[in-house]
């Protein structure tokens, strides 16, 4: 009978994701028989494209421990509750909030949420996004959900989300009209945030993805300062005026303890659709420098598209075919699902109120 020493001793020798940690780490379950050895690994992040790959490497490293035996892998995930322990309440129905965010406008935030939303779903997690841009709300156009949609409420007091391409979707955009612009001041817009969070019926997400407003505010601390966040992802362009503003987005939330997760340099390179030719009209190594400063990881470096400049207009997904869009889209949801999932669970410190 082989042991599961055995069995893990090649297994360790298979590293995994980008931080390379052991596969041997992941292993859950073994059931060793006489003809057959069944393996399965728990990954806490959403890795699902990942899997065939995977099956091919460990069918390779085991094949001599093995011999006749017929192998079965399996994989699962199992993503956790909020790896980072905090004092600030949970949202029901929510294991991991992740805030986007970068400062000012302009660098395609919202787009950024929503495609990243779309990949971390298609690696296999229950996704959410909430539109937190009060003033602006753009999620239900990008996800084309039809207009004048608006959510069922349940007891006159609970929304139930929004479903669009399978996401789980609250934005003040399903309550008002184009015509009817949130004429508010900071404290009552953030009341207003609050109440679509925790009064809207979340069921079972892996990650609510935030698409949160340009600028360092009052929204901003609100959020900061009221529910337990798993950490921040800072969208900024390699140009020199969006990485002053991405700054001042890391430099607050570093001061409410929230951590930031990592960097994405959007509209990076651009190429030409007609000879291929790559110019990065916006400046270049932008976010190297930004996430070199703040000691911080640079998650991706998503094109200048078209064709992610259309889908967004038309309300329509990329990624039901591959290409260089889907993929890097794709390899930001595995980098960004794997950080979180790696923090270490260590207590937040008490929030800092940034009038002190």
């Given at each position: 009978m082989i042991s599961r020493e055995k069995l893990t001793e090649p297994l360790s020798q298979l590293l995994f994701g980008n931080?390379?940690?052991?596969?041997s780490n992941w292993l859950s379950d073994v059931d060793i028989g006489e003809s057959s050895c069944r393996l399965v690994f728990a990954f806490p992040w959403p890795c699902k494209s990942q899997w065939e790959d995977l099956s091919q490497r460990i069918a390779v490293a085991l094949d001599d421990v093995i011999g006749s035996r017929d192998l079965s892998i399996e994989f699962?995930?199992?993503?956790?509750?909020?790896?980072?322990?905090?004092?600030?309440?949970?949202?029901?129905?929510?294991?991991?909030?992740?805030?986007?965010?970068?400062?000012?406008?302009?660098?395609?935030?919202?787009?950024?949420?929503?495609?990243?939303?779309?990949?971390?779903?298609?690696?296999?997690?229950?996704?959410?996004?909430?539109?937190?841009d009060i003033y602006g709300p753009s999620i239900p156009m990008m996800l084309g959900v039809a207009e004048g949609t608006r959510p069922h409420v349940q007891a006159s007091k609970h929304f139930e989300p929004v479903i669009a391409r399978g996401l789980q979707t609250m934005s003040l955009g399903y309550?008002?009209?184009?015509?009817?612009?949130?004429?508010?001041?900071?404290?009552?817009?953030?009341?207003?945030?609050?109440?679509?969070?925790?009064?809207?019926?979340?069921?079972?997400?892996?990650?609510?993805?935030?698409?949160?407003?340009?600028?360092?505010?009052?929204?901003?601390?609100?959020?900061?300062?009221?529910?337990?966040?798993?950490g921040a992802l800072i969208v900024t362009t390699p140009q020199d005026i969006a990485l002053l503003d991405a700054k001042k987005a890391i430099e607050m939330f570093s001061k409410v303890t929230i951590p930031i997760v990592g960097l994405v340099e959007n509209m990076s390179m651009h190429t030409c659709s007609a000879c291929g030719h790559?110019?990065?009209?916006?400046?270049?190594?932008?976010?190297?420098?930004?996430?070199?400063?703040?000691?911080?990881?640079?998650?991706?470096?998503?094109?200048?598209?078209?064709?992610?400049?259309?889908?967004?207009?038309?309300?329509?997904?990329?990624?039901?075919?591959?290409?260089?869009?889907?993929?890097?889209?794709?390899?930001?949801?595995?980098?960004?699902?794997?950080?979180?999932?790696?923090?270490?669970?260590?207590?937040?410190?008490?929030?800092?109120s940034l009038d002190d």
């Open positions: 931080s390379q940690q052991p596969l699962t995930i199992a993503i956790p509750q909020l790896a980072i322990k905090s004092e600030r309440p949970l949202v029901a129905g929510v294991k991991n909030i992740l805030l986007v965010a970068s400062g000012k406008g302009g660098v395609g935030k919202s787009t950024t949420t929503v495609n990243l939303a779309l990949a971390l779903q298609a690696e296999g997690a229950r996704v959410g996004i909430l539109d937190a309550l008002t009209t184009d015509k009817t612009p949130a004429v508010w001041r900071g404290p009552m817009a953030s009341g207003a945030l609050m109440q679509i969070l925790e009064q809207t019926l979340w069921d079972d997400l892996d990650y609510l993805v935030v698409d949160m407003p340009p600028g360092t505010g009052d929204i901003q601390l609100t959020v900061a300062q009221k529910i337990a966040v798993s790559q110019e990065a009209i916006f400046g270049s190594n932008g976010g190297e420098r930004l996430a070199s400063t703040y000691d911080a990881e640079l998650l991706a470096k998503l094109p200048l598209s078209l064709t992610i400049r259309q889908s967004g207009d038309a309300g329509e997904s990329f990624f039901a075919e591959s290409g260089p869009e889907q993929l890097a889209y794709q390899q930001l949801a595995l980098r960004c699902g794997e950080r979180i999932a790696m923090m270490p669970a260590a207590s937040m410190p008490e929030f800092v």
